[in-house]
């Protein structure tokens, strides 16, 4: 699913209505009942709705809103805010379509606002992806206002204040929503950390805009959907073998770590890998034999750390490495020695980012190969500096992946994948349970195996971080999410592809 701009957006909603033949004021009832619906389902009914109109065509939503909600039995009170003699066609078009009983109250000071008690709800309509700078003054009073009131805040299409696709300036106030129901299309300040606050628990209400539209339309910027990755996966054949299927080769584990090379060699096997090698070091032989017997076991020189690499590397389709290995000098060299020979896909965590990002000799050897990248935001800006907020990381991020034409899984609850062409997919499965020790070890075992099976590099980052997600998703029906541990991810991956490979609805 695409990202759009907010100039994008609102060129969407001009081409709609041109190709369909409606006025703008239809569109906008359309957006107005795709909210109330979403409104209705989420809160049930009868409850008091206190619904903040800006000038715009977002206000001109909100006073649909309101009448709708008005139809439906709900106690609604509409509050015009700020200077109305700028106000919108659509906007003018909807107030005149209030009815008499719903009189809205003039908000020319942040004064005139009543005490809300705690449990009614805001609909905030005070501006949507038309935002042109910081807000400041009354606008910024009444935002203060509400987000102080304890009461419950639903933002139409995207918390007031907030810039729709890059940084919101410092002085400007935002409204902290508790959930946002957007139009049509995900925007991409929902998918940064940063925004958390602002935009709470988000969900996206189709209202019809052009596919055509869309479907044309240059983006960077993406979202997987779980219909996206079914289209990925790929059967596997009546007659094939494990030797169709990859043979894998994990560098992972060192003294005191050696749950990271179980983690990620357990992940590797119930991710659908041919066969998985292991090499760890020699006091993890027995750990690794006994808790993972269907993986072979190799052993390092070194009793304690990563300091060669196997003899024959050539013949591994993939290498996954990092977790657990430290960063001893002996590892270092070892890295350098695999990003010198191999000329297979490696899959690169953990400490293998450390080592390669505090040396500038390491980082020289990194073009012209197939790599993928998994750090988390630390790792990541060992890799390329210190970053200024998250539009910055994203900017790192894709020239990154642009300079050494790889791929890197950037991790959080929205993972983004950055390509070579500087696209940027964001997951959407997975959740706070995942926050824990060694989840990260699970996904370098997910994308090891899946790039053995010939899934190319981009297809193995977004399907692996896909379903790693979701197998998340579905511990959290058994385990929840404050007990949840990495093996729970592993425990529910038969799960997840299950799921995926049923037929789609
Ligand atoms: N187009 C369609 O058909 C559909 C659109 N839809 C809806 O429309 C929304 C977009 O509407 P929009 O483009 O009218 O912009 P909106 O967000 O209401 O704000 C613009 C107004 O605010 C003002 N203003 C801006 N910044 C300001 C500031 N910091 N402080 C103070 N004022 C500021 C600006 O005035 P000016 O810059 O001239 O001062 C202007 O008056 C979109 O999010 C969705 O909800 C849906 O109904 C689907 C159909
Ligand atoms: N709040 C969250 N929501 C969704 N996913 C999360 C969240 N926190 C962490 N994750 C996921 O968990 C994994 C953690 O990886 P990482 O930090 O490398 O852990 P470790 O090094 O302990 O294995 C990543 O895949 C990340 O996307
Ligand atoms: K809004």
């Excluded at 039995?73 to 106000?87: C, E």
């Excluded at 942040?110 to 042109?132: E, M, Q, R």
Aim: proline content about 5%; glycine content about 10%; some cysteine.
């Amino acid at each position: 699913m695409k990202i759009l701009s907010a100039a994008q957006t609102r060129q969407a909603d001009a081409c709609t209505i041109q190709e369909e033949g409606i006025s703008s004021t239809d569109l906008m009832e359309r957006a107005a009942k795709a909210f109330t619906g979403w409104f209705e389902n989420k809160f049930q009914s009868g409850t008091e709705v206190h619904v903040f109109c800006g000038p715009g065509n977002n206000g001109g939503d909100g006073l649909a809103v309101s009448r709708l909600l008005h139809e439906r039995g709900h106690r609604v009170q509409p509050y015009l805010v700020g200077d109305l003699s700028k106000a919108s066609d659509d906007f003018n078009a909807n107030l005149k379509r209030l009815p008499q009983e719903l009189q809205p109250i003039r908000v020319q000071d942040a004064a005139a606002i009543p005490a809300l008690s705690k449990s009614a709800f805001i609909v905030d309509a005070l501006f949507g992806t038309g935002l042109n700078r910081p807000v400041t003054g009354l606008y910024a009073q009444v935002i203060n206002s509400l987000n102080s009131s304890g009461a419950t805040i639903a933002s139409v299409d995207i918390p007031s204040g907030l810039y729709t696709d890059s940084q919101t300036p410092e002085e400007g106030a935002i409204i902290r929503a508790h959930c946002t129901a957007t139009f049509e299309l995900p925007k991409l300040a929902f998918l940064l950390p940063q925004h958390e606050q602002f935009v709470g628990e988000w969900h996206v209400v189709p209202i019809g805009l052009s596919e055509e539209f869309i479907l044309g339309a240059p983006t960077n910027f993406f979202c997987t959907t779980q219909e996206d990755i079914q289209q990925l996966l790929k059967p596997r054949r009546k007659f094939s073998h494990k030797g169709m299927y990859g043979h894998a080769l994990l560098l992972c584990g060192g003294y005191g770590k050696m749950g990271a090379a179980v983690l990620a060699a357990r992940a590797c096997l119930r991710s659908g890998v041919g066969l998985l090698t292991v090499q760890v070091p020699q006091a993890g032989y027995s750990i690794l034999q006994t808790a993972v017997p269907e993986a072979m076991t190799l052993t390092d020189k070194n009793r304690r750390h990563l300091s060669e690499l196997p003899q024959g590397v050539e013949k591994y389709d993939v290498i996954g490495v990092g977790p657990g290995i430290g960063t001893e000098r002996v590892t270092k060299t070892a890295i350098g020695q695999l990003l010198a020979t191999s000329s297979h896909p490696l899959v690169i965590d953990a400490d293998a980012i450390n080592l390669i990002a505090a040396s500038e000799k390491l980082k020289a050897q990194l073009y012209k190969k197939k790599l993928i990248f998994t750090p988390h935001p630390k790792e990541f800006e060992r890799l390329v500096g210190k970053v200024k907020n998250d539009y910055d990381r994203l900017q790192h991020l894709r020239e990154f992946c642009m300079e050494y034409k790889c791929y890197v899984a950037l991790k959080g609850s929205h993972t983004a994948i950055g390509t070579p062409e500087g696209k940027v997919y964001f997951n959407t499965t997975g959740n706070p349970g995942m926050a824990t020790g060694g989840t990260g070890d699970v996904l370098t075992g997910i994308i090891t195996a899946l790039v053995g099976q010939q899934y190319t590099l981009e297809e193995a980052c977004r399907l692996g971080v896909y379903v790693h997600g979701l197998a998340a998703d579905l511990a959290l029906q058994t385990v929840g999410e404050i007990a949840m541990t990495a093996s729970d991810v592993i425990d529910h991956l038969p799960r997840a592809f299950l799921h995926l490979t049923q037929p789609m609805p």
